[in-house]
């Protein structure tokens, strides 16, 4: 940090001006300017401050008119058969499978893609069908979405050991000697899962992709969860190799929703044993000879009838990303975070004081463009998070408060001890409601405020969100 402890001070041009002497970098991103101009009008042309890229992408007019043309000069019938328009769904289906591959530099000869409905939806794919027997292992880290989490309800119901490693704060990484003593802790001859998240959606913090190898070599599936990681880093699967990735595309590029995918490597994929079938997923099935064959490869995980009015639009999208460029865009959100992580640092009340206490990394090295923190008032209090999203909302800044989805991360964030969580998961009968629990944690903050940066994210998003957190400061 330079001379900006002071930004509490400055006016805008001021704190332009400190903002390119600290990240100069940001001057050679400024084609995304014009980018935002061109495509994303709307976002200044209604007052609008997205900060709130990690729940998801914003997507480009350009890739909407590109859809929206094909749609109008094609015609697409359901997929699954031999019929003219068929076919032609079904060869826009294969196109857009190659291109993913493509984006993520896979071979079509190691990986294969399954469009999903979501990230979630891969996700509980591979759960439901990973091959857990008694005595297996399900191991993941405490900072992950509960789409992953979630997974554990699997491994129990096949007596598989579910283990949790810790991230600690502040900077919420893993230690990695206790992340090897629970890899050393595989079953040679069994089925060992681990799961984390290439991009903690919590704290930003990004766990290094060298432990994909580390875990394999130690005889573990690796399964990554990339969705908060990809929309503004690459992920190259020829460099590293995880079992199974999974990812939502609205993430990377707003549209189309309601389309994801799981890649996976062939062998992991075969590994995989699904629980049922569907229309789609099998070559043939009887009901009196009570069997079923289940399709090869991809299509046995794909249910019913894929989205394929919109799977092309996936392409576009992955088209527009590379027009850009990966590169630029996360040397535009590295700049915009390590200023907005100073500036927020850098407020104190007139006590002494600070404002903000930040849940994760202060650098930009090893973290992405998601930025968690509570404000605290001058006696030291946290500004309940809920009362900061209703003032944020009032200036039409877009953010994210509570915990995200991700539990693990908040309670070691939060400070919230096994004891008090099991205290209070067991006291309820039945149900419990997000109030009761506030109520039960009783005093301590049960969540946190979020901001996050991504395409077309500007200075001026960042600065708003500053001067919005400057008017929180007490004398
Ligand atoms: C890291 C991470 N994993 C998984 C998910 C789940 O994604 P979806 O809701 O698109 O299924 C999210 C969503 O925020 C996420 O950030």
Request: hydrophobic share 40%; aromatic share 10%.
């Amino acid at each position: 940090m330079t001379d900006l402890a002071s930004a509490r001070d400055l006016d805008k041009k001021e704190a332009l001006a400190a903002f390119l002497a600290s990240y100069p970098h940001f001057e050679e991103t400024r084609a995304l300017d014009a980018l935002r101009a061109r495509d994303f009008a709307r976002l200044d042309d209604q007052g609008h401050v997205y900060l709130d890229y990690t729940g998801g992408g914003l997507y480009a007019d350009s890739q909407i008119l590109r859809h929206m043309e094909l749609l109008r000069t094609s015609v697409f019938g359901n997929p699954h058969s031999t019929n003219p328009t068929s076919l032609g769904t079904t060869d826009l289906v294969a196109r857009c499978r190659r291109r993913v591959l493509a984006f993520f530099n896979a071979s079509p000869d190691e990986y294969g893609v399954i469009f999903t409905a979501n990230a979630s939806h891969a996700l509980k794919l591979i759960g439901e069908s990973y091959p857990f027997e008694p005595g297996d292992q399900f191991l993941l880290t405490f900072d992950n979405h509960n789409s992953v989490n979630g997974i554990r309800e699997f491994d129990r119901v096949h007596g598989a050991e579910t283990t949790y490693i810790p991230v600690s704060p502040p900077d919420m990484r893993v230690d990695e000697s206790v992340l090897d003593a629970q890899l050393d802790r595989g079953r040679p001859d069994g089925n060992n899962l681990f799961a984390y998240p290439a991009q903690s959606n919590f704290s930003g913090v990004q766990h290094p992709l060298e432990w994909i190898d580390r875990a394999q070599a130690k005889g573990w599936n690796v399964l990554l969860d990339a969705a908060a990681f990809v929309p503004t880093n690459r992920l190259d699967l020829s460099r590293c190799r995880p079992d199974y990735v999974a990812l939502s595309f609205y993430k990377m590029f707003g549209y189309p929703t309601g389309v994801g995918a799981m890649i996976a490597r062939w062998p992991a994929l075969a590994k995989l044993h699904r629980p049922w079938f569907a229309g789609g997923t099998i070559t043939v099935a009887s009901v009196q000879a009570d069997r079923h064959y289940l399709a090869a490869g991809e299509e046995a995980f794909e249910d019913g009838t894929l989205d394929y009015a919109n799977i092309p639009a996936v392409d576009h999208g992955l088209d527009f990303l590379d027009s850009i460029g990966l590169e630029i865009i996360n040397s535009r959100v590295k700049c915009l975070t390590g200023w907005l992580i100073d500036s927020l640092l850098a407020l104190h009340h007139g006590n002494g004081r600070p404002l903000v206490h930040l849940y994760g990394p202060a650098e930009t090295r090893g973290r992405g463009g998601t930025v968690t923190f509570n404000f605290f008032d001058r006696s030291g209090q946290v500004i309940d998070h809920e009362l900061v999203e209703e003032k944020a909302n009032r200036r039409q800044i877009s953010l994210r408060t509570g915990c995200f989805c991700n539990p693990g991360a908040g309670e070691m964030a939060l400070g919230l001890s096994k004891s008090e969580l099991v205290s209070c998961f067991t006291s309820a009968e039945g149900e419990m409601t997000y109030e009761d629990f506030r109520h039960c944690i009783d005093g301590k903050s049960t969540g946190a405020v979020r901001v996050s940066v991504g395409v077309v994210s500007n200075f001026d998003d960042v600065w708003a969100f500053v001067r919005f957190a400057r008017d929180l400061v007490e004398d």
